[in-house]
């Protein structure tokens, strides 16, 4: 089943490039769109240390998929600035290099709560940026979303941190969740613009089983582009990448042309307006499980491979045989059935599980 490295593409003709590993389950907030109280409470079975990839079977399995194609790695959790000596893997992730001889882009998803003793200690191991999830600049506000009372003092705190250490651009990302946060998608595009920090709205998701997902909490990205739109004016702006998950949008200066300097926002719509059909990326989670869509319900188990010794030639192998099986397009079937459909309430895995 050997295929010529790089050349990865699946049953939809879309190519292997982002692979994000999660590199824990757990998380020290309590956010209720994924990892509500009620569910991962103080008696949840979070996975044994035994039962997680190593920082080096990690790395040899990163190092297969960039031979396939992965350009890009992200690390994600949970949170995983709570994976003890991360920034171990970081550095010998970052030794990593295409077959064009390139260094990859390393980047980190984290809630910031750690962000500021750990950004240079990060930036010293080989990561180039984070993006920082933030869903509300109001205190009261912030601390309810998180359920933990963490104070958003301590989060822009660590975003200062991150920007000082140089692990830039940093994206923000906020999930907006209607009659929750919503009123706060003004306030911080007046905060982050002209910061240098690229701020992304994502809508609210159906990701996992336990977060009581309605569409009627779904603000549509449309509606975040009006409201800000309406007093600081946009301007389209082109995708950066091939398989870019948010929509571009810059702010405009008074001749309607993007102000390079006030900088920019982004939108995901993953719920209103699928991008299956340019999805370029996979997912490892912390046990060795491959999850080819955020939305699945099940994994290809890759650790038993890891240490039933398979050989490079085996994984790379297995690699290819699951990335040209690939048909996933959640979110194109989503939008064609009705929400009360079997489907549309199928047991999927948590988002903690996998990152986003």
Known sequence: MATPPGLLVDTRGRPLRDLRISVTDRCNFRCSY??????????????AHSALLTFEE?????????????????????????????????????????PGGKALDLTLTTNGSLLQRKAQLLKAAGLQRV??????????????????????????????????????PIKINMVVKRGTNDQEILPMARHFRGSGMVLRFIEYMDVGATNGWRMNEVLPSAEVVRRIHSEMPLVPLE????????????????????????????????????????????????????????FASRGYDLKTLLRNTASDDQLASALAYIWQAR??????????????SAESSARRVEMSYIGG
């Open 34 to 47: 994924c990892m509500p109280k009620e569910t991962f409470g103080q008696d949840y079975p979070y996975l």
């Open 327 to 340: 048909n996933d397009r959640y979110s194109e079937l989503r939008s064609l059935q009705p929400q009360d």
């Open 239 to 294: 995708a950066s990448a091939p398989g870019e998950t948010a929509e571009r949008w810059g702010y405009a200066d008074g001749n309607g042309r993007h102000d390079v300097a006030a900088g920019e926002i982004g939108v995901i719509s993953s719920v209103t307006q699928a991008f299956c059909g340019t999805c370029n990326r996979a997912r490892l989670s912390t046990e060795g499980q491959l999850f080819l869509c955020l």
């Open 58 to 98: 990690i790395t040899r399995l990163a190092r297969q998929f960039v031979l396939q194609g992965v350009q890009k790695l992200r690390l994600t959790g949970g949170e995983p600035l709570l994976r003890k000596n991360i920034e171990t893997l970081i550095t010998q992730l970052s030794a990593l290099r295409t």
């Open 131 to 168: 993006t920082v999830s933030l869903d509300g600049l109001d205190d009261a506000v912030f601390r309810s979303m998180n359920d933990v009372d963490f104070p958003v003092a301590d989060v822009l705190a660590g975003l200062q941190a991150a920007c000082d250490a140089g692990l830039g």
